[in-house]
Structure formats: structure tokens, C-alpha cells
């Protein structure tokens, strides 16, 4: 007979290191997600800040437009590879991968906390390889460590926000084929109407109050002045906070609701 | 008449020498199974037989047409069922073997009569209407097995019908296989299972490392390992003892506690218990049992065909208390 | 019933590649993400490119709308050759190649219905990105004939495209890996490019590269017959026909190669 006190017990911080450790594993070892991941954002980086940059900043230098574009290069990695999240997910919800979990002692967050924090490690990578070689290219910190230290943050609490959401939809959705090719569309206008690759005053007036409620907006404004200065980083923070704890707790509370729905 | 003929089949893959001279004779109206492991180079002859590849050496004849000289006209002679499923899931049932017909220039109505007509014949009219990628597995590999059919073709090729089927699925396949040889189709199918070998051939030629290492019915394959055996389970107390005893009139072979010796026949057993009685020898367990194509393998090969197989070699005989 | 009821089928080149090219339609038509590639991205770069430099360019002194309409439309073109890629790498992974290529019917019919199919698909892509075009301003300012030239070098670059990425679709046949190497060919190739901005942007040493590129020089072409002004009108239309044409001969000697090779 088997003891009460041998036997497995879920925990919340074992269960979810456990699973964490197992997205970011598969993560690394598909092409397709290091592509996504790591490729994608730096090939947009040299090859899209070296064609706009005349275009947008006749007067600057390359370099000052590699200055503008990083932040928004970097968090374009981001958010295009939480597409492969929407994926994973959705891949472990149709194989029975899910379902063996549910069947398992484990807390019940953690399959979720799990695959949103081998995202966070996942965005980290994106971040540290698209700024690298941005500084190959010219781009500087000029406000220290805690500049750099914000500037590594706020991407990844965005990155966070969007995880939640990713998941929630590989949840629901029934094709994940025809769910990725709306969100890319989807991303794609996210991701350009905001002030990433010109200034607001260059977008169409009707533009520009959706580029400044956009979290991209918010987000790379923010890295911008944590890596050079500028106007106060302070609103752009809150926001970006504001639209990660947002979709953190809609969509959370809609995957943890519609995984317990399936069981 | 013969409607497959092959001789000195050699294919290599770079370092892999697929083939190695497999010589292959069909006849018409016949089922041959194809048996080998996982690699042993099933789907390379049959790749070469359905024109898919062209042999480093070797000839190939089917339905008396060279196929490596004239590939175009065998193609008019011979369906392939692959171990993939050539199905469009985006496609209904019907609509997927109208495409096929279409092909092989039935013209439109013609495409349709003959799909309703198979789609009836492998018990898929309910499901016409459906598309392919909602069918199970075993659907599936019914309605491919009917798109390799339209054409009426001499000889069907199949490659491993039914790995991965679900033993009704796999019930339901070997009947639409039996009806179409009844119709006079000769088949040639590939089978890493040695029960479904014995359980549809008419005869089994037996690959393995690129060569056929034997070829014959399901009986005359069986016979060559020496015919069946009597099995007795005894007690650790009294097996040598129960050893020495048969061994005075037969040769044994030991494992642990079971005792296999040649069998002529019922006879054998019942002389096998009596001995053990006329010494106080309780069998714990006795059985005749007759030797399965894994013996077979064992036997041609020295090593067992695979260890994924379910072992099917569970005595046919009483167990006594 | 005996079994030789019907003559031995003889191969039509033409009416193989109808069947197969209706086959591959349909199952385009069915699925989301092919509409979606189709149709709504086209439409969403067209929007996203015109919105955010429009600005920009109108300063820089181009006409936007007449600049970036037929470079979304050689960019759908790609998209069609992606698709292309994918499909024939499905193809070729699953059983479909070997049983075609195991049928008594025309050698080139499965290759060049994938071909005709994604022109149709191209085609498609083209009338709705012009329709839209003419709603941000983009107008043909020449006459009839020049619009039928513009269709015609628009879907012989796609059929070039196409022609090549099926190429790559058959001899690699694993989806995930002809996504990913079709990828890595897009970007450089669309980007490296006077597609979205003229040639003279990019770093002197850039510029030949950009310049003579094929995907200019095409997109060259197009901008000459839909667009007044444009010196050596026959020289540019010439230099993106030889372009075209020996792509297209090139890629269409080793497709059904490729197709032949396929395991
Ligand atoms: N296209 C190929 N390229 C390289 N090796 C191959 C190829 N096709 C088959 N082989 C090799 O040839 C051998 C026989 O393969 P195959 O005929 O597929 O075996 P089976 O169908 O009996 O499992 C295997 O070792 C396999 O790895
Ligand atoms: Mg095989």
C-alpha cells in the first residue's frame, strides 16, 4: 500500500519550472521557432532600416534610424513569435498532450504558467539578439543600467500580456492554421500603425490616435527613451502595463475558463 | 499466366543497398504477401513495379509490359495504394474519386457512376458527401484503396494496408481486399505482420535486407520449421526430473520451466502425459501448438522479425491446474 | 465483371492539367489561409505600406499610390509562390505524388496545374489589388493595351516565381523546411529591392545590387506601363520580358525534375 505522504502532490512552483522547462526545450529545437523568433526580426532590421532610413530621415544618419527601428524590430520579433505560442498550444490542446496533463496531480495553472514563462525566455532571446546586432549597426545606450534594465523590461511584460492572449485563442480556435493566418494579419497592422518606422506626424491624421492607443506605440517608446533619453518614459510604462495586466486577465481568465470547459 | 515478374532487382540509396536481386513471380488472380521488417525493402520493389523508381539492375514485367522501358503503358495497368494516403483532405469522398476517374479519362459521368459504384462497394455511400480529412483511419485507407481501384487495374499494388488500423478497421480492409481478388484482380501487398500474410496470401515471399530469403504458401513456409510442437509447463521440483524422462524418447528443448518437444500429431501429447504421469510429473501447463510465421523468420534469419509484432504464440492447448 | 471493361486510359497533356489545375483550385478555395493569402494580406500590405509612407514619400517628392501598387502586386505574386511551394511539398510528403506519378497520365499535367492554379490564385490577387489601388489614388495613365501589359509581366514574374518555388517545394518536400527556406529567399528578394522605395535610398554600395535586381527590374516595368513619364519605356519593359523569360525557362526545365525525384 502506498503512503498519504509519498504520494505526489501537485506544486504550483515544481509543476510549473517542469513544464516551462519543457516548452522552452521544444522551442529550442524547432526551426521554425527560432526562425520566427531570432531570424525573422533581424532580417527585417537590416534589411527594412536600411531602406527606410533615407526615406523617413533624409537628414540622419543610417545609424540614427538603426536607433529609431531597433525597439520596434525587437518587439516585432516578439510579437510575430507568439504566433509559434498559438501554435504550441494549440498542438498540445489536438495531440492529447493537454488531456494527459489534466489526468496528472499537478496544479491546474500550471501547464498555462508554464508555457507563458518558457515565452518570457523565449522574448528575452528575441530582445538580446535583435539589440546586439542592432549595436553591430550602430545602435547605443546612452541612460546606464537602469536605461538598459528598463529597456529589457517593458518588451517583456508586453510580451507577457500577448502570451495570454495567444494561448486563449489556441484554446478556442478550431483551425490553428486559419487562426495563424488571421493574427498575422491581424499583427501585421499592429505592428505598423504605430510609430515604429515613421514619426506620428507622418502617419494620416486618422492614423494617429490608433498608433497612440496602440501598446506597440507604448512599448516602443518606452524602450526608446530607456535606451537614449528623450520625453519622460513614465505614461508609455503605465500604458504598457495597463494593456498587459488587461489581456493578462481577460484572456487568462478565458483560457483557464474554456481549458476547464474542455476537460 | 504470370502478371508480375521480376528478376535480379537491384536499387541502392547511396550507402543503403535497398535491393540486392529480389526476384518476384505473381500469378493471375493471386494475392502475393510481400513480408518483411521495418527496411527490408517492401516499399523500394514496389516503388520499382509501380514505375515510381527505376532499378540500378534488373528486369521487371507487368501484365507482360517491361516496365522500366515502357513505364507509360504499365501505368494503364496497375493501381498503387502507397503506405501514404494519396487523398486530398480538403476533397469530399466522392469528389476525390471522381478526380481519379477523371484522370484515367472516364469522362464526367462515366467519373461519377464509378465512384458511387466503389464508394458502395467499400461501405463508404454514407459518407460521400464528406471531406476525407474528418474520415477515421480506417475510412480512410478504404477510400484510397478505392481510388487505386477506378481504373480497373490488373494488378494492385498495396503497401502495408493496414499498419496503424484498428483490428475492426483491419477486418473490414482484408474484406474489400478478398472481394477484389474474387473479382480477379491479382494483388501484390506488403505486410510487416506476419498473421495478415497468412491471413490474405495465397502466397508469401518473405525480404529481408534487401533479398527474398523465402518464398512459398503459408503451409510449405510453415513446414520448413520443422512442423508443430507439444509444450509442457512444470514445476521447478520436477523438471529435470520431467527432462531426463522425455529425453529418453525425444529430443527437448528447455527454457526455464517450459518443455517444447516435436510433435507427430495429438498422439505425441497424450504419450507426453502419460510418461509425466507413469513418473508423478504434474504439468503445471500442456499444449500442441503449431508454428507461427515469427518461427519462420526465426528460423530463416536467426533473429526475430520484430519486436514491435504482438506475439501470437500462446499454446492452443488446455492448461491444467 | 472482367476486369478490363475500359481501354488502357492514354495520357492528355491537356486535359490532365485542367483536372489537376481544378483540383488544386478547389482545395485553395477551401481554405481559409489560402483566401487569407490571396486576398486579405495583399490588401492589408497595400493599406499598411500606402498609410505609413505615404507621408514620407509625398515629402521625398513620389507619387505614392503609382509607386507601391505594383509592388504589392509583385509582392502577392510571391505569396502565390510561396503557396505553390507548400502545395507541392504537401504533395510530394504525402502519398499524392507517387500515386500521380503512378498513373497513366500526363508527366508535366501535376506540375503545371500547380503552376496554372496559383496564376489563377495570382490573377485574383491582382484585380483586387488594383481595385483597391485605384481607392488610394493609383490609376493606369496609359492607355488599354499597357493594362494587359501590366497584367501579362505581373503574372509572368508569378509564373517565374512560382515555376522556381516548386522547384523547391519538390525537391525538398518537408512543409515546414520549404516554408522556411521560401522565407529566407522572400525577404532579401522583396526588400533589396526598389519595391517599396526608389533604388536611391539604399547605401551607394547597395545601389547596383537593388537596381538590377530582377524583382526591380520587373517592378521597373510595371511602374513604366501604368505610369506616365517614364523614359526608355521599351528598354524596361525588354529587360524585365528577358528576366522573365529566362527565369521562367530555367525553372520550368527543372521542375519536372524535381517532381520526378520526389521519394
Ligand atoms: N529514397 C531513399 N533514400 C535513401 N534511402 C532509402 C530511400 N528509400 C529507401 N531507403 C532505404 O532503403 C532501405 C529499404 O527501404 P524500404 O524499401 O522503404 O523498406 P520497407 O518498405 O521494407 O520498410 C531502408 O534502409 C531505407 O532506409
Ligand atoms: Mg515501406
Redesign the interface.
Known amino acids: 500500500m502506498r503512503n498519504h505522504d509519498t504520494a505526489p502532490h501537485p506544486s504550483l512552483w515544481t509543476d510549473t519550472a517542469v513544464l516551462a522547462a519543457r516548452s522552452a526545450l521544444l522551442m529550442a529545437r524547432s526551426?521554425?521557432t527560432l526562425?520566427m523568433a531570432a531570424?525573422?526580426p533581424v532580417?527585417?532590421l537590416c534589411?527594412?532600416s536600411?531602406?527606410?532610413?533615407?526615406?523617413?530621415m533624409?537628414d540622419a544618419s543610417?545609424a540614427h534610424y538603426i536607433d529609431y527601428t531597433v525597439p520596434l524590430f525587437a518587439t516585432m520579433g516578439i510579437t510575430f513569435a507568439t504566433l509559434s505560442t498559438a501554435i504550441a498550444a494549440h498542438t498540445d490542446r489536438t495531440t492529447g498532450f493537454d488531456d494527459r496533463l489534466r489526468t496528472l496531480p499537478i496544479s491546474p495553472i500550471a501547464p498555462l504558467a508554464g508555457r507563458i514563462i518558457a515565452d518570457t525566455i523565449r522574448n528575452l532571446a528575441t530582445l538580446l539578439v535583435v539589440t546586439v546586432v542592432g549595436i553591430g549597426l550602430g545602435f547605443r545606450f546612452t541612460e546606464g543600467i537602469t536605461g538598459v534594465i528598463g529597456y529589457l523590461v517593458v518588451p517583456l511584460i508586453y510580451g507577457f500580456g500577448l502570451a495570454w492572449f495567444m494561448v486563449a485563442i489556441a484554446l478556442s480556435a478550431a483551425?490553428a492554421?486559419?487562426a495563424?493566418?488571421?493574427l498575422?494579419?491581424v499583427l501585421?497592422?499592429l505592428s505598423?500603425?504605430s510609430t515604429g518606422?515613421?514619426t506620428i506626424?507622418?502617419?494620416?491624421g486618422w492614423?494617429q490616435p490608433v498608433a497612440e492607443a496602440n501598446p506597440i506605440t507604448h512599448v516602443i517608446e518606452a524602450m526608446r527613451t530607456f535606451a537614449h533619453g528623450g520625453e519622460p518614459a513614465g505614461l508609455h510604462v503605465l500604458a504598457t502595463l495597463g494593456w498587459a495586466l488587461g489581456l493578462t486577465l481577460l484572456a487568462g481568465y478565458t483560457a483557464v475558463r474554456v481549458r476547464a470547459r474542455q476537460a | 499466366m504470370l502478371v508480375v515478374e521480376a528478376e535480379g532487382l537491384h536499387k541502392r540509396f547511396g550507402e543503403v543497398e535497398a535491393l540486392r536481386g529480389v526476384d518476384l513471380q505473381v500469378s493471375e488472380g493471386e494475392i502475393l504477401g510481400l513480408l518483411g521488417p521495418n527496411g527490408a525493402g517492401k516499399t523500394t520493389t514496389i516503388n520499382v513495379l509501380t514505375t515510381l523508381i527505376r532499378p540500378d539492375a534488373g528486369t521487371a514485367r507487368v501484365d507482360g509490359i517491361d516496365v522500366i522501358a515502357d513505364p507509360a503503358a504499365a501505368r494503364g495497368r496497375i493501381g498503387l495504394t502507397g503506405q501514404f494516403a494519396a487523398l486530398d483532405d480538403g476533397l469530399t469522398a466522392r469528389e476525390n474519386l471522381v478526380l481519379f476517374g477523371r484522370l484515367l479519362k472516364l469522362g464526367s459521368a462515366g467519373a461519377w457512376a464509378r465512384a458511387d459504384e466503389l464508394l458502395t462497394e467499400f461501405g463508404l455511400a454514407e459518407v460521400a458527401h464528406r471531406r476525407t480529412g474528418t474520415f477515421s483511419g480506417g475510412m480512410r485507407r478504404r477510400l484510397d484503396l478505392a481510388a487505386s481501384m477506378i481504373g480497373r487495374p490488373r494488378v494492385l499494388f498495396l503497401d502495408e494496408p493496414t499498419t496503424g488500423l484498428d483490428p475492426h478497421s483491419r477486418n473490414a480492409l482484408w474484406e474489400a481486399v478478398r472481394s477484389l481478388r474474387a473479382e480477379g484482380t491479382t494483388i501484390v501487398l506488403t505486410t510487416q505482420y506476419l498473421a495478415e500474410a497468412d491471413e490474405l496470401a495465397d502466397r508469401i515471399v518473405v525480404i529481408d535486407h534487401g533479398k527474398v530469403i523465402a518464398d512459398g504458401t503459408a503451409h510449405e513456409l510453415k513446414q520448413r520449421t520443422g512442423g508443430s510442437t507439444c509444450q509442457v509447463g512444470v514445476a521447478e521440483s520436477t523438471v529435470d526430473r520431467a527432462q531426463r524422462v522425455l529425453a529418453e524418447r525425444w529430443e527437448v528443448s528447455r527454457d526455464e520451466l517450459l518443455l517444447t518437444i516435436p510433435a507427430a500429431g495429438p498422439q505425441t501429447l497424450v504419450e507426453v502425459l502419460r510418461l509425466l504421469d507413469e513418473h508423478d510429473v504434474a504439468p503445471t501447463e500442456v499444449g500442441l501448438r503449431q508454428p507461427t510465421l515469427d518461427d519462420v523468420f526465426l528460423a530463416l534469419t536467426g533473429r526475430a522479425s520484430n519486436p514491435a509484432t504482438p506475439a501470437t504464440e500462446t499454446p492452443a492447448g488446455a492448461t491444467a491446474p | 465483371m472482367s476486369p478490363t471493361l475500359i481501354p488502357t486510359p492514354q495520357p492528355s497533356f491537356v486535359s490532365d492539367t485542367a483536372q489537376l489545375a481544378g483540383r488544386h483550385l478547389r482545395l485553395m478555395s477551401r481554405r481559409p489561409s489560402s483566401i487569407i493569402g490571396a486576398i486579405v494580406l495583399p490588401l492589408v500590405f497595400a493599406f499598411l505600406f500606402f498609410t505609413v509612407l505615404n507621408g514620407v514619400m509625398e515629402r521625398a517628392g513620389v507619387d505614392y499610390a503609382q509607386y507601391v501598387i505594383p509592388a504589392v502586386v509583385l509582392q502577392a505574386m510571391f505569396f502565390s509562390a510561396i503557396s505553390a511551394s507548400v502545395w507541392a511539398a504537401e504533395d510530394a510528403s504525402g502519398g499524392m505524388s507517387a500515386r500521380l506519378r503512378s498513373m497513366p497520365i500526363s508527366r508535366t499535367a501535376p506540375v503545371l496545374s500547380l503552376l496554372v492554379g496559383e496564376l489563377v490564385r495570382a490573377l485574383l490577387s491582382l484585380v483586387v489589388l488594383v481595385i483597391a489601388g485605384y481607392g488610394f489614388g493609383f490609376r493606369f495613365e496609359r492607355g488599354a493595351g499597357y493594362v494587359l501589359l501590366f497584367v501579362a509581366l505581373a503574372i509572368g514574374c508569378a509564373a517565374a516565381a512560382c515555376a522556381g518555388y516548386i522547384v523547391l517545394g519538390f525537391a525538398i518536400a518537408k512543409v515546414e523546411q520549404v516554408q522556411a527556406i521560401g522565407g529566407l529567399l522572400y525577404y532579401p528578394l522583396l526588400l533589396v529591392s526598389n519595391l517599396f522605395v526608389p533604388a536611391e535610398a539604399f547605401p551607394g554600395w547597395l545601389q547596383p545590387l537593388v537596381e538590377n535586381q530582377p524583382v526591380s527590374r520587373i517592378a521597373d516595368a510595371l511602374r513604366a506601363v501604368s505610369t506616365l513619364g517614364h523614359e526608355d519605356l521599351g528598354r524596361t519593359i525588354l529587360i524585365a520580358v528577358l528576366w522573365i523569360a529566362g527565369l521562367l525557362t530555367a525553372f520550368t526545365f527543372l521542375a519536372p525534375r524535381a517532381f520526378g525525384r520526389v521519394r
Open positions: 526551426p521554425t526562425l531570424a525573422f532580417i527585417l534589411l527594412l536600411v531602406s527606410f532610413a533615407k526615406v523617413v533624409p543610417y483551425s492554421e486559419s495563424v493566418a488571421v498575422n494579419a501585421l497592422v505598423f500603425l518606422f515613421v506626424g507622418d502617419l494620416p492614423a
